[in-house]
């Protein structure tokens, strides 16, 4: 408790800190508001054009959301199947490596184009930009299971046929689930990134369209509201996904200082 | 000997067969391992193979335990003629729990990954004979290192096979855990056919009922000693110190100067 208790503090200080030197910012370059608008102005927007920001917000979590979603079955599958198959390993592999390759960014006017100006280019934004941190940590974890944890299922298997399976349900995969995790991690800090970067380019709801629309109109206040609610729903989504991964994993070595809670399972009879 | 709860299975003694190796080579990269190596594993016995590190004593029990490299001449012969595959239990240096697992799904982890049912009860029956009763539901990290090596143990005699190679299984222990687990191991093994690798020549003196000294490279099996007297032997009576004694010989000459035999 006392542990919660100093990170709000600390996260307290900080928040504070930053309004602080953004004010001072302000006073020393003299900005006028529709350069950079002090801290106060801006909570103000946010308050009073709340029932405005908070539709848009929820445009841009839902399409952030379900491109996490999206990636994490798509990039936990092309993993597993690169892992398991050649020919997968063959074909899927270099399809991967392209799509690391090609700048998200690039492609996004051709996503708005096939998708429309709604949420599916969006998701789709998102999911290309999760899909290479989420394949390729994984299949990493995949590929460095202690090699004698498999000499020992090696010997505790007889049929050669179900060994490749059994030891891959059995222990490659839950082997690799650290290393998924912190792929998860990634993701969910750069997921917004993809369903921004797609309402920029085209959409008609979202905070990245309030954004770009607040700018091109001069309404550099409601343009930070937007980016300060959005960071909040970035933060916000990563530490939950974080925290369920922490619970989903409390053998993981990294994740033993806050597994107080470790459930005090009842002896079978 | 075996402590009342029915861990040594019935019959046993006619299931475990004598394991024969004629005239193995095996290459490791372009170092020859050994070469025209031949030992003999009696069929429910202990034997120890003694050995400097790095000698070829692990790759020869992975070569058993169908881990390693195969063979490229000589051959390794069941006595009853079947193939050894899946009659081994093997026990590495290391305990190989699975993190994700708590103590007992470990134990049980041959059951699982054949899509078997488990016999959560004689597993429990098996970590109260190791000592882990009440630690069923604990995960490995919590563990000490004796503790894991417990278990590990355990989860090798769950799988009750005829035939055990146990890699080094207590050298990360420390003397007084080790004495425990010789002598648990010592009695839980009996009757079956087990090829312990060690460095220790006490642990060989403890549990062999054969001791052989691996020695020289390409390495080769120089001294078949059987010693007198069940295992688990105590270390400091009047013939185990023999048994020692004349353990550390064989070992001298095997070695002489140890620093590897380059005259061979």
Redesign the interface.
């Known amino acids: 408790m006392t542990d919660r208790l100093s990170f709000i503090f600390r996260a307290l200080v900080t928040v504070c800190g930053l309004g602080v030197l953004w004010q001072a910012i302000v006073w020393i370059t003299q900005s006028p508001p529709y350069i950079l608008p002090g801290p106060l102005p801006v909570l103000r927007v946010i308050a009073t054009r709340m029932d405005f920001l908070a539709p848009h917000a929820a445009v841009t979590v839902t399409e952030i959301l379900l491109g996490l979603l999206l990636g994490t079955i798509l990039g936990v599958t092309s993993a597993i199947l690169i892992h398991q198959l050649r020919p997968a390993r063959r074909w899927l592999f270099p399809l991967l490596v392209i799509s690391q390759a090609i700048p998200v960014f690039a492609i996004a006017p051709v996503l708005v184009l096939w998708l429309g100006y709604g949420m599916a280019s969006k998701v789709a934004m998102a999911t290309l930009i999760i899909y290479f941190p989420v394949t390729a940590s994984f299949m990493d974890g995949l590929r460095r299971t202690?090699s004698?944890?498999l000499?020992?299922?090696?010997?505790?298997?007889?049929?050669e046929r179900?060994c490749t399976w059994?030891?891959l349900w059995?222990?490659r995969i839950?082997?690799a689930?650290p290393a998924l995790a912190s792929g998860l991690r990634v993701a969910a800090a750069v997921a917004p990134i993809g369903a921004v970067v797609g309402e920029w380019v085209g959409a008609s709801a979202g905070l990245g369209y309030v954004m770009l629309h607040a700018n091109g109109r001069m309404q550099i206040d409601l343009m930070f509201a937007a980016l300060i609610v959005l960071s909040l729903f970035a933060l916000a989504i990563y530490s939950a996904v974080d925290g369920l991964l922490r619970r989903a994993?409390?053998?993981?070595?990294d994740s033993?200082p806050t597994d107080t809670d470790m459930p005090a399972?009842s002896?079978?009879s | 000997m075996a402590n009342g709860s029915g861990l040594t299975s019935g019959n046993l003694r006619e299931q475990a067969p004598a394991i024969q190796v004629r005239n193995a080579r095996l290459r490791f990269g372009s170092t020859v391992l050994f070469e025209d190596l031949s030992v003999d594993l009696v069929a429910g016995e202990i034997t120890c193979l003694l050995g400097l590190s790095g000698i070829g004593k692990s790759s020869l029990l992975?070569l058993l335990?169908?881990?390693g490299p195969e063979l490229e001449s000589g051959s390794v012969h069941a006595s009853d003629g079947r193939s050894l595959?899946?009659r081994?239990?093997?026990m590495?240096q290391?305990d190989?729990l699975?993190?994700?697992l708590?103590v007992l799904d470990n134990v049980t982890?041959?059951a699982?990954?054949?899509?078997h049912p488990q016999d959560?009860s004689r597993a429990?029956d098996l970590l109260r004979d190791v000592g882990l009763a009440?630690r069923?539901?604990d995960?490995p990290?919590v563990l000490s290192g004796g503790m894991r090596q417990r278990a590990a143990l355990a989860r090798t005699l769950m799988?009750d096979r005829s035939i055990v190679?146990m890699d080094e299984p207590f050298s990360a222990l420390d003397a007084l855990t080790r004495l425990q687990l010789q002598d648990l191991a010592g009695r839980l093994l009996q009757d079956r056919t087990v090829l312990l690798v060690t460095h220790d020549p006490i642990e060989a003196v403890r549990l062999g009922h054969r001791v052989h000294v691996m020695s020289g490279q390409p390495a080769r099996i120089d001294s078949v000693m059987a010693l007198s007297g069940a295992p688990p032997r105590n270390p400091v009576d009047a013939q185990a110190a023999a048994h020692y004694r004349d353990i550390m010989g064989h070992l001298h000459q095997a070695n002489p100067g140890h620093d590897g035999d380059k005259s061979a």
């Open positions: 202690e004698g944890w000499d020992l299922a090696t010997t505790m298997i007889d049929d179900r059994a030891v059995h222990i839950p082997a689930l994993l409390p053998w993981q070595p033993a399972r002896k079978p | 992975k335990a169908g881990l595959n899946d081994i239990a093997y590495d290391r190989l699975l993190p994700w708590d982890l041959g699982r990954l054949r899509g959560r429990t009440g069923e539901h995960r990290a799988e190679l």
